[in-house]
């Protein structure tokens, strides 16, 4: 993401050293602020870590240097804040030192959540889009969904998420579905307020010309208000992983879970793993990206293809 | 008329050369008014206009804003419904007129798709008509030309300049061979060059395709030199103060715009205008 956007506002020079691309693009920026959070991190890590390790030193009695004290904070198995080295030794460890099918494994686990994410996603998409879809075309809808739709996203979602999940196993629904469920509920929110404004985004002047055409609703639907609603769909879209991401995470913890980040964030927490915990959020981080990067792709191939990029 | 030899339209068939002897009404108002229900109280927007344009006709509508000329237009083109006596388009009511996908409207901005080519622009009436393939290239090719737009079919909208757009929206109005084409201030947004440009174009092209054009401006001497017929209209209520026939020959070069003929007749809007009070405030 960065490569690309770094090429872009560099004036048509094909070859540039790469110091000079550095400084055209966002990179460098992004690096620096990278380096300044590692130190930042370090810094607490050692200061957060310090009682614990000084009361060890203390009980064995041992004399013990700044560089021992150090060392020992951002190496103790169960720290208070885990060095970034020691968050990204056990992602290593984690991903590619254990086979993906064993419960240890984080891909394991992020799968689980990914699969439920992407469900929830796709679910809350379609569900979304018929949702604005009636909205435009019906008054009626219009005032009366989408108070309710509105109204459904000030409901904490981790409080409903438990009711939604112990009513659907109540009526025999379990597994993937009730978790993508509460992705759904997140994600068809910024759907439906994307593409109500998208498939009104048409001009009067655009829709009295389809008038004059004598273009049927269908017509005048397909040729007009989808393909303008189109920018603010990819836009919406993005919002909605990210969010289906939260909802998936979200529905792992209540349910005692035994797979997915989620359940992995809650029994880090039961036994005091924290850099169990933290791996799972840089996962869960990383997956946000990752799914944030597609859609982002997606949205530009569709302008292209409408040459709406100049 | 009077140009036979440059009249090489292939679309033209022969019941067009045979009404030309004998001009058909297109549009017969009577009586017509339009009232709007705003918040400020009614505003009449049309009052008793009575009207009739022949076929062939070159009609500008000319007055300040708020005359109803736009509204007028709109009317014919059933985008407006009037609230007092009768219009008549090609001996229809103006819905039947537009089911029948009897005129092509040009509006003030040219209103094209972004998303789509220049030549899909000018091919979306015929899709919505559901003409066959074939038919749709060959006609969008051929209104292309007579907008001089040929080469820019593979183009984007935002590739063209503001003048080229609107040729391609006239384009787009002329596709499916509707005999009337309504025109909102079609050139309004356009800088004096381009406008004048424009002009010829259109002359030219009313030449070539002998269409009736109802034409809205609030430019004297762009009315004075389309236009066979000038309506001058005044607001508040929007009504017609004056119907000027041009003594003008069809044939016209730009610097017609210097004989005092057509100074004569651009005097005469300008008086009309100024009795019908629009410029007070």
Known sequence: MTSAAGTLPAGGAGRESLAARLAAGNALPILIVVAAIVVVWYGFAVWLNLPWQLSVYERAGQAWTATDLVRDTLAQERPVLPGPHQVLAEMWRTTFEVAPTSRRSLLYHAWITLSSTLLGFVLGTLLGIVLAVFIVHNRAMDKSVMPWVVASQTIPILAIAPMIIVVLNAVGLTGLLPKALISTYLSFFPVVVGMVKGLRAPETIQLDLMRTYNSSAAQTFWKLRWPSAMPYLFTSLKVAVAISLVGAIVGELPTGAVAGLGARLLAGSYYGQTIQIWSALFMAAALAAVLVAIVGAGHRMVLKRMGMTP | ?281
């Open chain 2, 1 to 281: 008329m009077n140009a036979p030899a440059s009249h090489i339209e292939p679309a033209t068939t022969t019941p067009a050369a045979g009404q030309a002897a004998a001009p058909a009404t297109v549009i017969a108002a009577s009586g017509l008014g339009l009232t709007f229900d705003t918040n400020d109280g009614p505003v009449h927007a049309l009052s008793n206009v009575d009207l009739a344009i022949d076929k062939g006709e070159f009609v500008s509508f000319i007055g300040p804003s708020g005359c109803g000329k736009t509204t007028f237009l709109r009317v014919i083109a059933d985008l407006e419904q009037p609230t007092e006596g009768t219009i008549l388009v090609n001996g229809m009511t103006p819905r039947a007129a537009r089911e029948a996908r009897s005129y092509g409207y040009v509006f003030q901005a040219a209103g094209l798709f972004p998303w789509r080519t220049i030549e899909r622009n000018v091919a979306l009436p015929l899709e919505i008509m559901g003409y066959p393939k074939p038919e749709i290239a060959q006609r969008v090719g051929r209104t292309l030309s007579l907008v001089n737009l040929s080469g820019f079919e593979k183009k984007f909208p935002w590739q063209l300049s503001g003048g080229m757009q609107q040729r391609a929206s006239i384009a787009r109005a002329l596709a499916f061979d509707a005999d009337l084409l309504l025109m909102d201030e079609p050139f309004g947004a356009l800088d004096e060059i381009v406008r004048d440009h424009l002009n010829e174009q259109l002359l030219e092209l009313w030449a070539r395709t002998r269409k009736t054009i109802c034409f809205v401006t609030h430019s004297i001497p762009e009315a004075v030199y389309l236009s066979t017929k000038i309506v001058v209209m005044s607001p508040r209520p929007g009504r017609v103060t004056d119907v000027i026939h041009s003594t003008l020959p069809r044939e016209r070069p730009l610097d017609i715009r210097e004989s005092p003929e057509f100074l004569e007749i651009a005097a005469r809007v300008r008086e009309g205008l100024r009795a019908g009070h629009s410029y007070d405030d």
